[in-house]
Structure formats: C-alpha cells, structure tokens
C-alpha cells in the first residue's frame, strides 16, 4: 500500500459514515476548502460522493502502467500517456470541484491549494525539453498556434517560459497548471501525439499524473491532520 493509499484509505474509512462522524468530517472540510460547514448529512454525502469518484479515477489512471492508444508504435505510447494524463486530471478537477465547488480552476486556485495542504515531499522541477531552434521557432514561438492548441492566459504564458526561455516548473501550482495546460490541448483534439514527439513532451506527460497524485494525496493528509 503507498503513502497516498493509506492516506485516502484512513480519510475513507472516517468519511464512510457521515452520519456518525458528521462534526469530525464536514468540520475538516469546511478548514481546507474555507468553505461555510455543511449543514446537513445529505449535502456532506454529495461531497464526499464527488471525492470518493474523483479520487477512484485518479488511481486508475496512475495505475494504467503501460499506457497506449492506437496502434502499437512509439505515437501510441505517447497518445496513451496524454490520455492517462486527461484521465488523471478529470479525477483532480473533480475532488477540487467537490471540495470549492468551482468549475475549470486555474492557477489563482492551485496556487491557493499549494499553500493550505501539507508540502508535497520530494517535488522536483520539471525542466524544459531540450529543442532544437528551429523547432522552437516552428512550433512555439508563433501565438497563434500556441493558442489553437488551446493554451489561454497562464498556461500560454507558463508554456512559453517553460518551452522557449528554458525556466524550469518548480511549484506545486505551476505544474498543476501545465497539467491543465497540456490535458486541455490534449481533450480539446489539438495537440496531437506527433506534436508531442516534436516537443519532447513524453517524460513530462508521464511525470504529470504522479503529480497530482501527490497532490491529492497532501489533500487528505490535510483533512486527516485538521481533525486530530
């Protein structure tokens, strides 16, 4: 069993019986989310309803250990890995909606989660693809093309810094975001597994899930720590 299994096994095993746990659990949320505290068993259940699904998308996802789309070939083990990245957020998106009740967070809201959970242990920088100029030049430097892959705002900004300047992602938050970044390029159609393999994107879409794994797993290390 790992470190996020117990973690979420032991918040599990509370938050199975709202009822008879109803103050130790809805007061744990309400602490990390800074949300008012449910006022009923009914609305506690939706809640953890929400988690309990996120949370089982997320594992399999990250248990999916050789993951491939499409005929067999180096294009389809980066395929699978964009969509074992899309599933992996899809469960994150939904514990974050279940626990703020906001839709489609950004780094305002990742930001805000990395500084009320526990410190995600042995977090290293995600350092940038080694590409060549012309690459960069083809593919990166030109907004508009960054924007059809679906890359807005932040994540355009984030992407760019990341891709042509060199900067490493160092943070929890920034790299929650170029999970978004790269999970919506990756649903919305745009950024195909070829492009992927011009980028060199291959180790960061495999890195990424385990990311939001510890993540999440800091969440529940959090609720269990706010109700001791």
């Given at each position: 069993?790992?470190?996020s299994?117990?973690n979420?096994a032991?918040?599990?095993?509370?938050?199975?019986e709202?009822?008879?746990?109803?103050?130790?659990v809805a007061n744990?949320?309400s602490?990390?989310?800074?949300?008012p505290?449910v006022k009923?068993?009914?609305?506690?259940?939706?809640?953890?309803q929400?988690?309990?699904?996120g949370?089982?998308?997320?594992?399999?996802s990250c248990?999916?250990?050789?993951p491939?789309?499409?005929?067999?070939s180096?294009?389809s083990e980066?395929?699978?890995q964009?969509?074992?990245?899309?599933?992996?957020y899809?469960?994150f998106?939904?514990?974050l909606?279940?626990?703020y009740?906001k839709?489609?967070?950004?780094?305002e809201?990742f930001r805000?989660?990395e500084?009320?959970i526990?410190?995600?242990?042995?977090?290293e920088?995600?350092?940038a693809?080694?590409?060549?100029?012309s690459?960069?030049?083809k593919?990166?430097?030109?907004?508009?093309l960054?924007?059809?892959?679906?890359f807005?705002?932040y994540?355009?900004?984030?992407f760019?810094?990341?891709?042509?300047d060199?900067?490493?992602?160092?943070?929890?938050a920034?790299?929650?975001?170029?999970?978004k970044?790269l999970?919506?390029?990756?649903?919305?159609a745009?950024?195909?597994?070829?492009?992927?393999?011009?980028?060199?994107?291959?180790?960061?879409l495999?890195?990424?899930?385990?990311v939001i794994?510890?993540?999440v797993?800091?969440?529940?290390?959090t609720?269990?720590?706010s109700?001791?």
């Open positions: 069993m790992t470190k299994d117990s979420y032991l918040w599990a095993r509370i938050a199975r709202p009822e008879a746990n109803f103050d130790y744990a949320l602490v990390l989310s800074g949300k505290k009923t068993s009914e609305e506690l259940l939706i809640l953890l929400g988690i309990s699904r949370q089982a998308l997320l594992e399999q248990a999916w250990s050789k491939s789309a499409g005929r067999a180096k294009l980066l395929r699978g964009q969509w074992r990245l899309v599933m992996a899809a469960g998106e939904i514990i909606k279940s626990l009740g839709d489609h967070p950004g780094i809201e805000k989660l500084a009320s526990e410190a995600v242990e042995n977090l920088p995600i350092a693809p080694r590409l060549t100029k690459i960069k030049e593919w990166i430097a030109d907004e508009k960054l924007k059809f892959l679906s807005r705002n994540d355009l900004k984030l760019k810094r990341w891709m042509v060199g900067s490493a992602v160092e943070t929890l920034e790299q929650l975001a170029l999970a970044a999970r919506n390029g990756t649903a919305h745009a950024l195909s597994a070829n492009k992927c393999q011009q980028l060199k994107l291959g180790e960061t495999e890195r990424l899930p385990f794994h510890s993540a797993d800091a969440i529940f290390c609720l269990l720590n109700t001791t």
